[in-house]
């Protein structure tokens, strides 16, 4: 046997046993956290009717499946499904037993039935994933992949201008066409997605060394800092998940106390969120926020928010703070329900306009807005006016897109869409590196998987500008390069062991 075999083989037995002491570990985690939610849900919970706990149960469980089936049949690569499934128990399923105050509003076989619906597109999308996904497909011996070593500094890079191009755009200091802008801002959102996940998936592999792990983790916790001066915290959110599921990824560990932590600051910066955008975006506009002003921003927002934590409050004032509240979807299921006999379905009009967004402003001046799917949504609901729109909107998600087209049968489409298109990228991804164009494509894939208010014009939009980001990418920093998996003779699949 040559050196070179020797070495892949070895390579090859490192990462099934790797593969198995994280299959261990997440599982123990997975059974550790569906435990802690149960016993926070038996503590808190106040459900309005015995049919909004039935509905909540259907859909928290109908969301967990998903990731006991992939731990369970040892399937690789990274669970984009499951994570997406997962997103489903606070959009949908918390609001109908933490009492929404608009969830409250619909009767209780209204909130059974919408519960119903969400729970059998969850397992259609389950079915149809572990179809796609259980299929075995043969490793590449060679795959497009970047150099490990050098990976470490490519993306450490990334992360560094992303933040001074953030601190940039936070000041005001760009003055650039607005098409130009909106493909600098995609490209460098995309990549530092990238660079964050990866980086956080060899953090828990233990392969990044110092001095890149305290470098790397410095960055982070820079980059979700200066995401917070717009006061939209989705953008830090977002960081925070993916560098959490990047982590879980590789060590297949939960990093508990780091998560709760995290959990807790943006809970607590959500109570004076409301006050400071009146503050910084209202009639006494304070302009940009410039790096040298953040630690009074951040000292005023964290005062506002002490205020506000220890001021007497009402109960709907305590539920329009709630982070469930903001998460949720279920309303606008329950009121697309409910109005679907006065108010006509619309049979395709936010999908028709897909492929216009999927071409840059730059070459397409009157292109509709990336958001255009979204609007039609409210004002067709009468939500909205298309004046109002043009200042906030509703975010409605895929899920309530489907139904608003298509009804139950729209449901179960997209259904059929995500599990197929989630199961093939997890199975097409799973025997090569991270650090492969598959893999970081993967990653692109996921990071869109926990964005739950995207509309599928959204979606599509976002995912294109990235994928021609990670093309960039690739064309600069990869090569073709031996796979060490293929000493492996296919990729582990659903099928039982």
């Known amino acids: ?41 038996v503590a808190t919970a106040h459900p309005q009717y015995a049919e909004s706990l039935v509905g909540a149960i259907l859909i928290i469980a109908a969301s967990w499946f998903p990731a006991l089936l992939w731990i369970q049949k040892k399937m690789g690569g990274f669970p984009i499904f499951p994570v997406f499934a997962l997103t489903y128990t606070w959009t949908f399923g918390l609001p109908l037993i933490y009492e929404h105050p608009i969830v409250t509003l619909f009767q209780a076989d209204d909130q059974l039935f919408a519960a119903f619906s969400v729970a059998g597109f969850l397992l259609i999308g389950t079915a149809v994933w572990y179809f796609v996904r259980g299929k075995t ?59 964050c996940f990866a980086l956080s998936y060899r953090l828990g ?60 600051l943006f809970g607590f910066l959500q109570l004076g969120k409301a006050e400071m955008r009146d503050h910084y975006w209202g009639d006494a506009d304070q302009g940009p926020v410039q790096p040298l002003e953040y630690p009074s921003f951040f000292k005023e927002w964290l005062s506002t928010s002490f205020d506000q934590l220890t001021a007497p409050v009402t109960r709907d004032e305590e539920e329009k703070h709630s982070l469930i509240e903001r998460a949720s979807l279920m309303q ?42 979204t609007y039609r949504l409210n004002i067709h609901y009468g939500f909205q006016t298309r004046e109002q729109t043009e200042t906030t909107t509703l975010g409605f998600g895929l899920l309530n897109e489907a139904y608003a087209n298509f009804g139950l049968a729209g449901m179960a489409m997209l259904a059929f869409v995500l599990g197929g298109f989630y199961g093939w990228i997890e199975r097409w991804a799973a025997g090569v590196p991270l650090l492969s164009a598959r893999g970081l494509f993967a990653i692109t894939v996921a990071s869109f998987s926990f964005q739950t208010e995207f509309a599928a014009g959204v979606y599509a ?10 093309l960039l990418l690739s064309a600069f920093t990869m090569q073709k390069r031996a796979n060490a998996l293929a000493a492996r003779a296919q990729i582990p699949s659903a099928a039982p062991t």
């Open 1 to 41: 046997m040559t050196t070179f075999a020797r070495n892949d083989l070895s390579q090859a037995l490192a990462q099934v046993r790797w593969l198995a002491l994280r299959r261990a570990s997440l599982s123990a985690a997975y059974w550790v956290g569906l435990g802690i939610l149960v016993v926070c849900l």
């Open 137 to 195: 497909t043969k490793v590449p011996r060679r795959c497009l992949a970047m150099r490990e070593g050098s990976a470490d500094i490519i993306f450490l890079g990334i992360l560094s201008v992303s933040i001074g191009f953030t601190a940039a755009v936070n000041g005001g200091w760009l003055n650039i066409s607005s098409g130009f802008y909106s493909i600098v801002r995609s490209i460098v959102l995309a990549l530092q997605g990238l660079a």
């Open 205 to 264: 592999r233990g392969e990044l060394r110092e001095p890149k792990k305290i470098i790397f983790k410095v960055l982070l916790a820079t980059a979700m800092i200066v995401s917070l001066p717009p006061l939209l915290m989705i953008n830090s959110m977002s960081l925070v998940a993916l560098a959490a599921f990047g982590y879980v990824s590789g060590s297949g560990k939960v990093p508990w106390i780091s998560f709760t932590a995290a959990i807790a």
């Open 332 to 373: 606008l299921l329950l009121y697309e329900q409910t109005l679907s006999s006065s108010v006509p379905f619309m049979f395709g009009e936010t999908y028709t306009i897909v492929p216009e967004l999927l071409v840059p402003r730059i070459f397409y001046s009157g292109r509709a807005t990336t958001h255009e799917g």
């Open 461 to 470: 939009a976002a995912l294109s500008q990235a994928t021609v980001a990670l």
